[in-house]
């Protein structure tokens, strides 16, 4: 076995191989120079005292390092004390390099798995990555961008509010809760929110109302997947109650129906068009809902807002009376968000990475049991491949659906 390679700490003994752990023995080398309390120079040893410091694993196993430290006393003072070590944490009986592992394997891993890696208990994990978190958060200056986005984000079974900077594509924070005060309140003391020229939201009423409160004048637009995920919901519902009302012997009829009714029309193969076309004729109600749902994501294809608004209102007029009703919930959220609906087409963002940032949180959430809110932000907040994460997923989960795939994971939240 080779040395410890630690600055300032002296292997004495071999290691010594228990089957479950290496232990070895050492003595810290590093002489302490001044008092730190009153930084006087004159010090006399004053015993030793040994205690058991964790380090990396190797080849598996926990490392044990029974470490000698010499403690001081202040000629001037009296004060006692163990002089600070470079290679070994002072408040965890951890080498700082064993802390630098856990910090920055926690940002991926669950606590439960850490603790087993490197043989020390959960709490204590925990504890190391709280006061990494604590004092990197201090380190973050957010502010909040020419463009913020605000979403709702369903996390440890509660809606959530995450805020984003959607020009550097970063997560500015997490809040507990999307009440319309803490998001006022937040937005209130975000730096830069006098520099912000336009706000993205979902269709969550409070927001809109801190907005225009915090920011008076600021154009807010509303997120068009979310608008389109509502298109989507409408085209579900009209099939589930097809589907529901079929005689016994043709419930095959619309196996799969689902997938393909929800696609956007060019993504459609042969076979698939082919089945529309037969549906057609036997559930015609249900394929006018189809193309009147394609009609809905074609007005985002509007070059203009003018132009949006107008195609809007003749799909409106056009809605044929077997669907109506069915449709009259997205009809009437357009008309109550109609402004910020309409705002998408003077300059077109959306809350396509906070929904990213949200799938982040999900795993996140899923892969850490028992993770507690706050934990959960922080992570969402430090994850520096947030960007490659947008990158990758992004463009192939809407080129099929039109509509970001998590949101219909989401239970619907809608206020009309
Ligand atoms: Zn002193």
Known sequence: MQMLHLNGVNTIGPFTDNGQNYIVHAAVTLKATACPRCKHGLLYEFGDRAIRVIDLPIHGKQVLINLDRKRYR????KHTFMPAHPEIDSEFRLTTRAVKWIEKESMRQTFAYISNQIGIDEITVRRVFWRYAQNREKTLSPTAGRIIGIDELYLL???????ANLEDHTVIDLLKDRDRRRVQRYLKDLDGVKDVERVCIDMWRPYRDAVKEVMPGVPITVDKFHVLKWANHTMEQIRKDTQRKLERGKKLDLMRSRHILLRRKPNLDKQELAKIKRWRRTYPALIDAWELKEQFFNIYDQPSSEAAREAFKQWRVDLPLTVHHQFKELVNMVNNWEEEIFNY??????????ECANGLAKITNRTGRGHSFAVIRFKVLFAHRLEAFKRRSIRSRMAVMGVPFSTFDDPLDFEP
């Not at 202040?74 to 003072?77: D, E, P, S, V």
């Not at 079974?157 to 805020?163: A, K, L, N, P, Y």
């Not at 087409?345 to 906070?354: G, K, L, Q």
Request: aromatic residues 14%; positive net charge.
């Open 74 to 77: 202040c000629r001037k003072c």
């Open 157 to 163: 079974s509660e809606f959530r509010c995450i805020v």
């Open 345 to 354: 087409f003077d300059e077109r963002v959306t809350n396509a990475f906070t």
